[in-house]
Structure formats: C-alpha cells, structure tokens
C-alpha cells in the first residue's frame, strides 16, 4: 500500500442529482451546483507555506525548504511529526464552519472536506493507520447533537479507506470552550482532559496516526492528545485541521 494519501480514482458513494437551477453559493449567493463555486474556491481557498509542525503561515521565500519550520517549533518542538491545515481561519471560512458547526449545516461538509483532502494530497501526507476525530465530552455532544470533527473524519476516511474511530480516544474532564481563553489559559485547560479507551489501548502501540479537528488556533488541544497518544505507543501523530487561525501579526 503506498505510504502517500493521494486522490480516490473515482468519487465514493451515491452522486447527488442536482435540478438545473443548482444552488446558490454559500459564500458569494450566486448560482453554482456546488455549494461553494469555483470562483470562490480560487479566490479564498489559495495554498500557503505552513510550519511543518504547527502548520502557521509562513513567508513565500521558504517554497523551497524541504520541511519548514516557525521559530517557535524551531526552539521548542511539538509532539507533532506533522501538522497540515487547508486553510487560514477567516472570512469566509470562519462563518461558514461556525455554520457547520454550530448550525447543523452539515450540507458544507463535503466542500470542507474537499479542501482538507486536497491540502494532504499536496502536503504529500503520510497514509495513517487511524483518524481519530477530537472528541466532544458526552454533555457537549447531547447539547449539540453532533461532533463536528467525527463529521469530517469519518468522510475522508472513507474516501481513502482509512480506519475512523470516534471512541478509541476519549475526552475525560469537561472544559471550557477554548475559544473563550486566552492562549496563556488553553494549554492548563485541556491537560489531562484526553485518554485512550483502556480496553482498546493496545491497538495503537506501533500505530501511526492522524488526529484531525476543524480550528486549530493555539495548538493546545491537538498537542496535549498527541502526548496521550504518545504514551499509549503510537509510532508516529500527525494533526490534521480543517482552518488553522492567523498569528496576530499576519493579515
């Protein structure tokens, strides 16, 4: 089996019939039969040069580094041995993942995972034995009715036959939205708040893995599963996320 995601030779599962009309465009509402037209995906979803470990946005001038890397992974390293994002989180990508996440727009998931998936075919991601989506605490997920992430991961593992499992990584400790802290107070909130199911911790040792979330911001949640994973044996942790936001000092 090639050791590289690449692109599903033909689409996976039922094609849907669109009318004529097609739909309007999620983003500008002009008529497209996707939900968000070819126009707009030139224009918002262009490729980046990212961190090899935290995916930030870096400057054009380093196109040519084999794996490069932001001063912050340069003096202190995440336990990461990859992290890959398709996007930068902003307009119009933060109000249409609020939308799904938070809207039951679940009609978008395909395009986002479009996005995703292209990021990792051109990222050249290593083919994982699991994506593990992060999970919401039980209170959440009753509140919201879906896990977002699991929505995303569940659809690129089956495009690419890839084991998906939404309760072999476990979150423990109810949190606060991490959104609602400062990046000081993300890291304090999320530790100890993950663990591996214990009847089925013996799967991962040797394992490679991809844990894969829609919004990465400070990294505090994907780095404090990957030290988890870590401890349970896992060989190799990539991240994988949907929109990673902006330092403060980039547009």
Request: charged share 25%; glycine share 4%.
């Amino acid at each position: 089996m090639d050791a590289r995601l690449s692109r599903p030779s033909k689409p996976v599962g039922r094609t849907r019939l669109l009318s004529p009309c097609g739909r309007q465009c999620a983003i500008c509402r002009h008529w497209t039969r996707q939900p968000i037209c070819a126009d707009c995906l030139r224009h918002y979803a262009q490729p980046s040069i990212r961190c090899w470990t935290c995916a930030t946005r870096l400057p054009p001038s380093l196109s040519s580094t084999a794996e490069p890397r932001c001063g912050r992974c340069l003096q202190q390293a995440p336990p990461l041995d990859r992290c890959i994002a398709a996007l930068d989180y902003g307009f119009p990508w933060d109000g249409l993942l609020q939308q799904f996440k938070f809207h039951v727009q679940l009609e978008l998931g395909a395009c986002l995972v479009d996005q995703l998936d292209q990021a990792l075919c051109t990222a050249q991601a290593t083919r994982p034995t699991y994506v593990l989506p992060i999970p919401l605490t039980p209170e959440r997920l009753r509140e919201r009715g879906y896990n977002q992430s699991y929505e995303l991961a569940r659809r690129l593992a089956r495009r690419h036959q890839l084991k998906c499992e939404p309760d072999l990584l476990l979150r423990v400790r109810h949190t606060e939205q991490q959104a609602r802290l400062s990046l000081q107070e993300r890291a304090a909130n999320v530790r100890r708040a993950f663990a591996i199911e214990p009847r089925r911790a013996k799967e991962l040792h040797g394992q490679h893995i991809a844990v894969l979330d829609d919004v990465m911001t400070s990294g505090a949640t994907l780095f404090e599963t990957a030290r988890v994973l870590r401890q349970a044996g896992a060989a190799q942790v990539q991240a994988w996320v949907l929109a990673r936001t902006p330092e403060p000092d980039q547009p």
